[in-house]
């Protein structure tokens, strides 16, 4: 798979310009916290500066994350009204959906569903953190038998989330009656 595959370049170098735009509008002069890994906890290296943030990167787990980062009401405005997490939802990711759900979302369901049924794990909730449009969570439930929450911060990719996610179990209900 290639990167123009699930990101056609005009429409990538658009989201690009905006969330240029919008770094200078929503975190450029904002407090900002130190924080430790964000996976492990332990104290991170800085490790590279790019479009105003500072990234460092754990050397016991390998995570790469920004520190100091912006405090979370920084984080809430630019969800909820930047242009770029708007056109991410509603341009972007609509126009790549499908070939996403081909290269991306159903293998990795397969390969997590393997990997629980390797380590013997029948009922564990399954949770998609940043579940945009509700893939994963779509191709799981095609699978498995596993619960599964999504957890969406954007208000624009969650409200489609949500009609999404509904209408699949909409579905799968009058399936289950009608057969």
């Not at 380590?119 to 994963?136: A, H, K, L, M």
Request: hydrophobic share 35%.
């Amino acid at each position: 798979m290639k990167e123009l595959d699930i990101r056609p370049k005009k429409i990538f170098d658009k989201f690009l310009l905006l969330a240029k735009q919008d770094i200078k509008s929503f975190f450029l002069d904002v407090k900002r916290v130190a924080i430790n890994c964000p996976s492990c906890n332990s104290i991170g290296v800085h490790s590279f500066k790019k479009d105003g943030f500072d990234y460092c990167e754990c050397k016991q787990c390998q995570t790469l994350y920004v520190n100091p980062r912006p405090v979370e009401k920084a984080f809430s405005d630019y969800y909820t009204n930047s242009a770029s997490s708007k056109f991410w939802a509603t341009t972007f990711y609509k126009e790549t959906e499908e070939i996403r759900r081909e290269k991306i979302w159903k293998p990795k369901a397969k390969m997590i569903l393997d990997e629980l049924e390797k380590q013997n794990i029948i009922d564990c909730p399954i949770i998609d953190i940043g579940g945009g449009y509700g893939i994963f969570s779509e191709e799981m439930q095609k699978i498995s038998c596993q619960p599964i929450m999504i957890i969406e911060p954007g208000p624009h990719l969650a409200e489609i989330c949500r009609k999404n996610i509904f209408g699949l179990l909409y579905q799968y209900r009058n399936k289950k009656i009608q057969g």
